[in-house]
């Protein structure tokens, strides 16, 4: 008898999950968000019946300039969304151009994702939600049935830092399989970003793909290593668990990371088939990873051929004073005597750090160092460090 009332209670147990699986499955309301239409116009819904108000703001809207801490600064505008009478509310865009866009609702005030849309990006303690409106530079940003890269996250030792640390690398189609040796491109992220920004918001497995199955860039490896150097991961995947990321992690620009960056390196030759030599060596940052690529690149002056510095965060700085911040017009004229291939600058006309750029260049113009200038729309955001990267890369090897 009890093991009947055992194997009843166990059935209806079953009955009872199943039940509110399917609930879940099939009795959600069918709502489309965001729905991109032919003319690129695209319409945001979010099911709210009790809510007094929603608005949407994303980087697809206008822009207005706030006062910041580095300065004035150009964030998205926010429109209102229009309720129907089964307590939806939605909004459709002007036409867009081609792009990976991201977005978020606010409901009577409060900040929230898109119930509709599952597929996130987190920007330091920021999670957004994502789209893309296809076409023309924003093809490079989707995956297409061509052959793919694989990405790993690696854990290499850093003596210099006294810890292990973690790293994104990227090795192109065909590498396992092949016993061919690559080039190395250093791809540094930016301050509040560890070593998943530059693939979760820049897209580099996608951008390089399609780059190399185009004939547009070589195959080459790509080496997205943790610049916060009081981190041995990315938030929640290391050791110091979940916490909230912050915009400045400790110790983030005070030199450590800089002049211990040939553990990286040395990580990379002993553990992959890379051209270990200068000829094969790039290094690239955008905003505090083009202050380190440009640190890194002149400390170590013989290293790399190629050099990108994208919005560089090339500002002085109170708390500079490590021995790798020193002597740097001397630093600069050993790598520019040592010779390289490609020193590349890119900032948008609106960036923030656009004046410190332009007297950087004017310090480099005043030295006969030679460079490539790359000025594009816009302030500091990723929409152009995705573009200075897919612009970038054709150019190396």
Do not use: C
């Not at 606010?106 to 900040?111: A, C, E």
């Amino acid at each position: 008898m009890k093991k009947i009332f055992y194997w009843l209670a166990i059935t209806a147990f079953f009955a009872f999950s199943l039940a509110n699986a399917q609930e879940a499955l099939f009795g959600a309301q069918e709502i489309v968000s965001p729905e991109i239409h032919a003319d690129q116009t695209v319409t945001f819904r979010f099911f709210a019946p009790n809510a007094d108000s929603v608005q949407i703001t994303g980087d697809f809207l206008p822009t207005m300039k706030i006062d910041t801490r580095f300065g004035k600064m150009d964030v998205p505008k926010t429109t209102k969304l229009t309720k129907d009478e089964k307590g939806v509310w939605s909004f459709t865009s002007e036409p867009l151009k081609p792009e990976l866009y991201s977005y978020s609702f606010m409901v009577d005030g409060l900040k929230t994702t898109d119930p509709n849309n599952p597929f996130l990006i987190r920007d330091v303690a920021s999670v957004t939600n994502i789209f893309i409106a296809g076409g023309d530079q924003a093809d490079l940003y989707r995956v297409k049935d061509i052959p793919h890269g694989t990405v790993a996250k690696r854990w290499y030792d850093s003596p210099g830092l006294g810890l292990d640390r973690r790293l994104s690398i990227y090795t192109p189609p065909g590498y396992e399989k092949s016993n061919e040796k690559y080039p190395v491109l250093y791809l540094l992220h930016g301050a509040g970003g560890d070593e998943e920004a530059w693939m979760s918001l820049g897209r580099t497995s996608q951008i390089l793909d399609n780059l190399i199955a185009a004939g547009k860039a070589k195959p080459m490896i790509v080496v997205m290593p943790n610049g916060n150097v009081s981190q041995d991961a990315a938030p929640g995947e290391g050791s110091d668990g979940f916490y909230k990321p912050v915009f400045m992690a400790p110790r983030t620009m005070e030199g450590s990371y800089e002049a211990n960056f040939m553990d990286i390196i040395k990580f990379v030759e002993g553990n992959y088939r890379v051209k270990a030599n200068k000829e094969n060596r790039a290094i690239a940052g955008l905003s505090m990873g083009g202050f380190h690529s440009m640190h890194i690149s002149r400390y170590f002056p013989n290293t790399f051929d190629y050099v990108g510095l994208f919005s560089a965060a090339i500002m002085p700085r109170e708390d500079a004073t490590a021995k790798v911040y020193s002597n740097i017009d001397g630093t600069l004229k050993a790598q520019k005597d040592n010779g390289y291939k490609l020193y590349w600058i890119a900032i948008g006309k609106s960036d923030f750090l656009y004046k410190a750029n332009e007297d950087y260049r004017k310090k480099l113009d005043d030295m006969g160092m030679k460079y490539i200038y790359r000025e594009s729309d816009g302030g500091h955001i990723w929409r152009n460090w995705r573009v200075y990267l897919s612009e970038f890369a054709p150019m190396l090897f």
